[in-house]
């Protein structure tokens, strides 16, 4: 395979076929990885997205910091953005799962013309999908942000929003190049770019926001540097960079089939943000109902907390959606099982180690959040909560491991059914049914969205492991086929 890949119109197609025959005769390191041993495979790719998504989340925390101090306004009209940033950030994700998970099959099934063909029409969809999302996002952005509760805040909010917002394209860049890049089996890539990105924004967060005396305006700003310094280097690795895949639009041929086959994934997974803005919703109305502010308060910093401490599970269950493409393509429906079990025995261990140390220091992560006199009094019930809390990161384990299989084999609508039954029946109606009929008020809340969450993730696990039985009695006994050269 040469050093360079090309993108760009070759003139010598003798050099041009031999390049592209050495491409196919030599698969790189990350696809024989993901067409190998799934236990080898779910650690080797995992462990660089654990440490990628460590860090972004780390920035998470360190750019509210940075924001909390330009006051409570300039901190609400942030979060009055929110819903419409995970919109966004749930496009691009979900968008990114159809895209990892049409093409990893298609490596796995040993197509690799239609794997880079696909590569290209994920680039496409990209375009299309900032154009259709930025345009009507950025003409009622104002009104958008008053529905969502802006009022005093409506001008920060509006002039924070506008700079992301018109910069879009960026972040689906990202996110889908991320994908197509974990297709192949290459995680390393991603976590240096997702590490680049949220280093830059730290370093920039507080010269912009500070030094340049840009307020608001200033972390919008810093976020938009990072991503399209990031894009930047994205591009110069599809256009130089050495992969497997070939990124070349000599490669491209419009197939409607492939942009069905992306869309069939890409949009459930999207979806699935959506439905986690839903619960929010309805669990902040009944806490107001049978509690007060300060309980929604509690909720949703200790929610938080939790997803902080899943990131590991989140990692692993990603880096698991190339490989169960890339086997469900080769049809080795054995490995589907052997990935399942054991990316989720591995989850559930990880996950028994964090909820250990996460419960026993329970009083000093809620001092974290409640060290200021106005907040001190909710230290009691943040530590409560967040204790109940650790019960369910073992089946969040589970949960997550049946999401990317169904992701990962094209099945998208049946991972947005089990998120549906999770997030919204499950948790919902438990929650409703111990807080209002049965009186439980705040209490109520907690432990019928955990009750919930634990039902939809048992249920999740239990679908995706009969489905793997089903595929398996159906094909009758594996045969063995030549690893994707």
């Known amino acids: 395979m040469s050093d360079m890949t090309e993108i760009s119109d070759v003139t010598d197609p003798v050099a041009d076929n031999e390049s592209r025959s050495k491409t196919e005769t030599e698969a790189t390191e990350g696809v024989e990885i993901m067409t190998g041993d799934p236990r080898k495979a779910l650690i080797k790719l995992s462990v660089p997205m654990i440490a990628a998504m460590i860090l972004l989340s780390v920035y998470n925390v360190i750019d509210a910091v940075w924001v909390s101090g330009l006051g409570s306004d300039a901190l609400a009209a942030v979060g009055f953005t929110m819903p419409l940033i995970i919109i966004v950030i749930g496009l691009g994700n979900g968008i990114g799962a159809g895209v990892n998970s049409l093409i990893s099959r298609l490596i796995g099934a040993g197509e690799k013309a239609r794997a880079d063909n696909a590569a290209m029409h994920a680039f496409c969809i990209t375009a299309a999908i900032s154009i259709l999302i930025t345009v009507p996002l950025l003409l009622f952005l104002k009104p958008l942000l008053f529905a969502l509760g802006a009022d005093s805040t409506i001008d920060l909010a509006y002039r924070y929003a506008i700079i992301l917002f018109t910069s879009i394209a960026f972040f689906l860049f990202l996110n889908i190049g991320y994908a197509v890049f974990r297709s192949e089996g290459d995680m390393k890539r991603p976590m240096y770019a997702m590490a680049a990105s949220s280093i830059l924004n730290i370093v920039l967060d507080p010269i912009f926001i500070y030094v340049f005396d840009w307020g608001i305006e200033g972390a919008a700003w810093a976020s938009v540097v990072s991503v399209a310094a990031v ?255």
């Open 231 to 485: 894009s930047a280097v994205m591009v110069y690795w599809f256009r130089f960079g050495k992969s497997y895949l070939t990124f070349s639009w000599k490669c491209f041929k419009f197939d409607g089939k492939i942009v069905l086959d992306t869309l069939k994934v890409g949009i459930p997974a999207s979806m699935e943000y959506l439905l986690i803005a839903i619960i929010v919703v309805i669990m902040n109305l009944l806490l107001v109902d049978v509690a007060n502010e300060d309980a929604v308060a509690v909720y949703t910093t200790v929610w938080c907390v939790v997803m902080f401490a899943i990131v590991p599970l989140v990692a692993i269950s990603t880096a698991a959606i190339s490989i169960y493409g890339a086997n469900f393509g080769a049809t080795r429906y054995d490995n589907l099982k052997v990935t399942l079990l054991y990316g989720t025995g591995i989850g559930v261990a990880l996950s028994i180690v964090i909820a250990v140390i996460v419960c026993v220091f329970a009083h000093e992560i809620a001092y974290l959040f409640t060290y200021a006199d106005g907040s001190a009094h909710l230290a009691g019930d943040f530590a409560a909560f967040l204790r109940i809390m650790c019960i369910l990161f073992p089946f969040a384990a589970l949960g997550l491991m049946a999401n990317s299989l169904f992701q990962g084999i094209g099945k998208g609508g049946t991972s947005l059914a089990i998120s549906l039954f999770r997030e919204v029946i499950f948790s919902a109606v438990f929650a409703y049914i111990l807080a209002e009929n049965m009186g439980f008020g705040q209490l109520g809340v907690w432990w019928g969205g955990l009750l919930g969450y634990i039902a939809g993730d048992s249920l999740g696990f239990v679908w995706a492991y009969l489905h793997i039985r089903r595929l398996l009695s159906r094909n009758g006994a594996h045969e063995e086929k030549p690893a994707v050269k």
